[in-house]
């Protein structure tokens, strides 16, 4: 088993472990409105393939299913092949606003230490957000004008 499968195996095992110690309604949801945060944050679970990237109003990246995020509980993990790119927790901020808010708090691996403020759109399919680490986006949309690094990526559910 090479070190990235090992790491991953660590992470996922590591984070069944701990979730019945997570309060995963204040993790959700630091404003007390926890129950759309927390149907967001279960609709998220499982892996998602890449499905586009877009910065500075093009299109960077397309489809690519050997880029995944996985979540278990309020852990993610984003891997390309069998390489662990980072490891962070998920903290949904506003679930009730439009769009929704989240800030994606990276604690392992590349950007480590990093906390990307972002908005999001999550439903059974289709999972997509747009973040930046200076200031939280306020759409769905990047464009060429864009003052600080602005990213928005789409990932699709994966069907095993």
Known sequence: MNRSVFLLAVVICSALLIR???DND??????????????DLEKLQGTWFHASRDEGGKQVAGEDK???????????ISKQRDRVWSVGTIKIVDSNSNPKKMDLVITDGANEGMTILAVYQVDDEGFRYCGCVDA???????TKDDKKYTYCSSYKRLKR
């Open 20 to 22: 019945p110690f997570i």
């Open 26 to 39: 204040a993790m959700a949801q630091p404003d007390g409105k926890s129950g759309t945060a927390q149907a």
């Open 66 to 76: 050997e880029t995944l995020w996985v979540f278990r509980g309020s852990v993610f």
């Open 136 to 142: 939280r986006p306020t759409s769905f949309a990047t």
